[in-house]
């Protein structure tokens, strides 16, 4: 079946522009994660959509960051008056909660580039 | 809250011989430890998992311990081969909230 989605694969943007970045999960999949990756370093957890339960928004670096979940479905992670440091790649990734385990399958992500 | 702490951040190993990547937990309510492999300009996968009820799992040349008194838990790789050449992560996670806490990642490398 269809894998996590990620769209666009590349963005490069003007600083102090916004952008829009968005993930269409696995389909049935309750839990969506964003993350974000610069190059050659780690996972940093920005957000956590659960179901219907309030996001773990404790990972956003700063207020200019946000996101949403419509539907339990597709998340849209928005970066407002972009910064150069912005520049990463952004990761999503779904899961499916349930007895098993919750491996989570991420998508292609999206190459930010802030000039 | 959890912490995890992933050793070495670089591996670099002889084709054909064995990889040891090791991580620390904080948390002693964590039980699933998974460990991912991103290829470069590629996606994390993950590669095998483990519960806090086993101590080791395999699955071909990959295995993974389990130490819970020590809170540290370890992936091995057998006759390593050059496409394990990638980024490895290691995660704990508390089957309550289901989120992940990374490591670091461990970026190992396969000479020829």
């Known amino acids: 079946g269809a894998g996590v989605s990620q769209s666009p694969s590349n963005k490069v943007t003007e600083k102090g522009k916004d952008v829009e970045l968005r993930c269409d999960p696995i389909?049935?999949?309750?839990?969506l994660y964003w993350y974000r990756q610069s190059l050659g370093q780690g996972l940093e957890f920005l957000i956590y959509f659960q179901g219907n339960s309030a996001p773990d928004k404790s990972g956003l670096p700063s207020d200019r960051f946000s996101a949403e979940r419509t539907g339990g479905s597709v998340s849209t992670l928005t970066i407002q008056r972009t910064q150069q440091e912005d520049s990463a790649v952004y990761l999503c990734?779904?899961?499916?909660?349930?007895?098993?385990?919750?491996?989570?399958?991420f998508g292609p992500g999206t190459r930010l580039t802030v000039t | 809250g959890e912490n995890v702490e992933q050793h070495p951040s670089t591996l670099s190993v002889q084709e054909g011989d064995s990889a040891v990547i090791k991580c620390t937990y904080s948390?002693?309510?964590?039980?699933?430890f998974p460990w991912y492999k991103q290829e470069l300009g590629k996606r994390p996968q993950l590669i095998i998992d483990i519960r806090s009820n086993v101590g080791e799992k395999k699955d071909q040349r990959i295995a993974v311990t389990l130490n819970k008194t020590a809170k540290h838990f370890s992936l091995h790789i057998t006759e390593t081969q050059p496409e394990d050449s990638a980024v490895y992560f290691c995660a704990a996670s508390i089957d309550s909230n289901y989120q992940l806490i990374w490591g670091a990642g461990t970026k190992l490398i396969i000479k020829p």
């Open positions: 948390d002693s309510a964590s039980n699933y």
């Open positions: 389909s049935g999949h309750t839990a």
């Open positions: 990734a779904s899961s499916f909660q349930g007895q098993g385990g919750y491996e989570q399958y």
